[in-house]
């Protein structure tokens, strides 16, 4: 399974990006999907998850009430809203190894190559 991020990009602190999460040729099934980050010069971190029906999600302290992740069949979404430098980072979506991911990068088993998000002051 490929996974394929876009709609990361430059923007200024304060604003928003949607990033999207794209399977290649096939959708996600009945697996969870997470977004995790890389930090320059740091190591990578949960961001959020969504579970296989989109009933559940979890985000990391760092972005709740900021960032907001939905599904569909064939594309996961990470909308980021009031973008702060801290936020700058590769961002990487993963597939899970079952309907519920949580935050361990343990539980993911397919990873997208990343999208940078750089947010400038």
């Known amino acids: 399974v490929q996974l394929v991020e876009s709609g990361g990009g430059l923007v200024q602190a304060g604003g928003s990006l949607r990033l999207s999460c794209a399977t290649s040729?096939?959708?996600?099934?009945?697996?969870?999907v997470g977004w995790f980050r890389r930090p320059p010069g740091k190591e990578r971190e949960f961001v959020a998850t969504?579970?296989?029906?989109?009933?559940r999600s979890m985000y990391s302290d760092s972005v709740k009430g900021r960032f907001a992740i939905s599904r569909d069949l064939a594309t996961v979404y990470l909308q980021m809203n009031n973008l702060n430098l801290e936020d700058t980072a590769v961002y990487y979506c993963?597939?899970?190894?079952?309907?519920?991911?949580?935050?361990?990068?343990?539980?993911?088993?397919?990873w997208g190559q990343g999208t940078l998000v750089t947010v400038s002051s």
């Open positions: 993963a597939s899970a190894l079952g309907p519920y991911g949580g935050s361990s990068e343990e539980r993911y088993r397919y």
């Open positions: 040729g096939r959708t996600f099934g009945n697996n969870a």
């Open positions: 969504i579970s296989w029906r989109g009933e």
